[in-house]
C-alpha cells in the first residue's frame, strides 16, 4: 500500500512538471529595427548615355574617273596627305594620245578659220567694186563663222580631252588620312568599280551623332537658356563621350547640330556632337555613348544600395503606417553615380528602408528608426 502511493505520488509529480513546461511562452519577439528615410521628388540634372556614331570631319571614297590599269600607288596606308596630293596614277597612254589627236583638230580648225577669213576679206573689195555678186560674199563669210564654231567645238574636245588625262593622276580631294588600299598595282580600274581605291578621312575633328527621343529632346530645350536652337546649343555645357571600352573621351565635346526634323519611323531626332581629335585617337566608325545632362522636375531619387534585384527587376522596401515592411517594384529613369532616379514605384511621403532590409520580409512588422542619410547625391 505504501509503495502504490509512492508510486502515484512520482505519477502526479511527472505530470504537473509536463504540464508546466509545455505551457505557452507569454513574452512577445521584439519586431527588429530598419532605417528608413522619407521620400521627396525634387528638380535633377539626369545623365542618360545614347549610342552615337563617329564620322571625321570629312569622310570621302578615293575613286577612278577613268578606266584603265593602275600603274602606281603614290601612297601608303595610314598617311596623311594634304589636299591635292597625288595618290595614285592610272596609266595615261590612251588619254594622252587622244589629248594630242584634240590638240591637232585645233589647229586645223585654227588654220580653216585663218583661210575663211582670208576669203572674206579677199571678196570685200571686189564686191565694193561691183566685180563680183553680195551673194559671194555673204557665203564666203558664213563659211568663215562656220569654221570659228569648228574651232570653238575642236578647243572645247581638246579641254575636255585634258581633263580626262588629268583624271589619270588620282588626287586627294581633301586633306586627311588614307585607309586601306583595296587595289594592287597593276588592278584594271573602271569608274563602275563597287569598291573605292581607298578612302580618305580628315579625323582633327570628330563628329558623334546621336538620335534622342521627342520628351528627351523637350527636357533637353529646356534645360538651356536661350530662344532659338541655335542660341540654346551655344549655352549648352559640354558633353562627354563614353568609348567603347568604358572610358570616357578626355575631352569633352560641344553640341552644335540639331537635325531639321524627328524621324518618322523612330520619333527620334538626331543631334551632333564635335570633338578635337589632334592627337587622332579616334577614328571614323569608332563607336561610343553620348553622356548628356537633362533637366527633369518632380524626380525621385535614391540610393542605389537601398535596392535589390530579383529576377531582372529592381526592389526596395518601404515601411506602410501599420508599421509593416512593403516591397514595392521600381521603375528605373536613370543613373547618376550611386544614386537611381525614379519614373514609378515610390511617391511623395513614403518612408524607405536604407539599411536593414536583408533581415525582414513582406509583410513583416518592423521598428523604422529616421535616417539622417541623404536620398539623392549626384
Known amino acids: 500500500m505504501k509503495k502504490t502511493l509512492i508510486y502515484f505520488l512520482l505519477a502526479q509529480t511527472i505530470i504537473l512538471s509536463g504540464c508546466s513546461s509545455s505551457g505557452p511562452q507569454s513574452s512577445k519577439a521584439t519586431p527588429p529595427s530598419v532605417a528608413v528615410s522619407i521620400v521627396n521628388p525634387s528638380d535633377e540634372i539626369l545623365y542618360t548615355e545614347y549610342p552615337a556614331k563617329i564620322e571625321g570631319q570629312t569622310d570621302v571614297e578615293i575613286r577612278t574617273q ?24 592610272v596609266d595615261p597612254s590612251q588619254y594622252r594620245e587622244v589629248y594630242n589627236e584634240a590638240l591637232g583638230d585645233v589647229l586645223a580648225t585654227k ?14 573689195p571686189l564686191v565694193e567694186n561691183k566685180v563680183v555678186s553680195d551673194y559671194q560674199i555673204k557665203a564666203a563669210q558664213a563659211a568663215y563663222e562656220a569654221a570659228l ?15 580626262t588625262l588629268g583624271f589619270t593622276t588620282i588626287k586627294a580631294p581633301e586633306s586627311g588620312f ?3 588600299l583595296s587595289k594592287k598595282t597593276g588592278s584594271l580600274l573602271a569608274p563602275s568599280d563597287t569598291q573605292p581605291l581607298t578612302y580618305l578621312s580628315d579625323n582633327r575633328d570628330v563628329h558623334a551623332y546621336f538620335s534622342i ?21 551655344k549655352n549648352a555645357p559640354g558633353v562627354t563621350m563614353i568609348l567603347a ?25 538626331t543631334l551632333r556632337a564635335t570633338f578635337h581629335n589632334q592627337q587622332g585617337l579616334l577614328r571614323s566608325g569608332n563607336s561610343g555613348r553620348i553622356r548628356l ?43 547618376s553615380g ?16 536604407l539599411k536593414g532590409f536583408e533581415s525582414i520580409k513582406d509583410g513583416m512588422e518592423v521598428k523604422a528608426e529616421k535616417s539622417q542619410e541623404k536620398l539623392a547625391s549626384n
Do not use: C, W
Open 66 to 89: 577613268v578606266a584603265g590599269i593602275l600603274e602606281k600607288i603614290l601612297v601608303n596606308e595610314g598617311d596623311y596627305v594634304e589636299k591635292g596630293t597625288a595618290l595614285f596614277q
Open 111 to 124: 588654220a580653216s578659220v585663218t583661210s575663211a577669213k582670208l576669203e572674206v576679206d579677199k571678196l570685200k
Open 149 to 163: 564654231a569648228k574651232e570653238t567645238q575642236a578647243r572645247a574636245k581638246a579641254g575636255n580631252a585634258r581633263i
Open 178 to 180: 588614307i585607309g586601306r
Open 213 to 233: 527621343g521627342e520628351a528627351d529632346f523637350v527636357s533637353f530645350k529646356e534645360g538651356l537658356r536661350g530662344l532659338s536652337i541655335g542660341e540654346k546649343l
Open 245 to 269: 571600352g568604358g572610358k570616357p573621351y578626355r575631352q569633352t565635346g560641344a553640341l552644335d547640330m540639331v537635325d531639321a526634323a524627328f524621324d518618322k519611323n523612330t520619333g527620334a531626332i
Open 293 to 335: 545632362g537633362l533637366k527633369h522636375s518632380g524626380v525621385i531619387g535614391i540610393p542605389q544600395s537601398a535596392t535589390f534585384e530579383m529576377q531582372d527587376k529592381i526592389f526596395a522596401f518601404i515601411v506602410d503606417e501599420n508599421s509593416k515592411a512593403r516591397q514595392v517594384a521600381l521603375t528605373i529613369s536613370g543613373a
Open 338 to 353: 550611386n544614386t537611381y532616379y525614379l519614373s514609378g514605384g515610390l511617391k511623395s511621403g513614403d518612408r524607405l528602408v
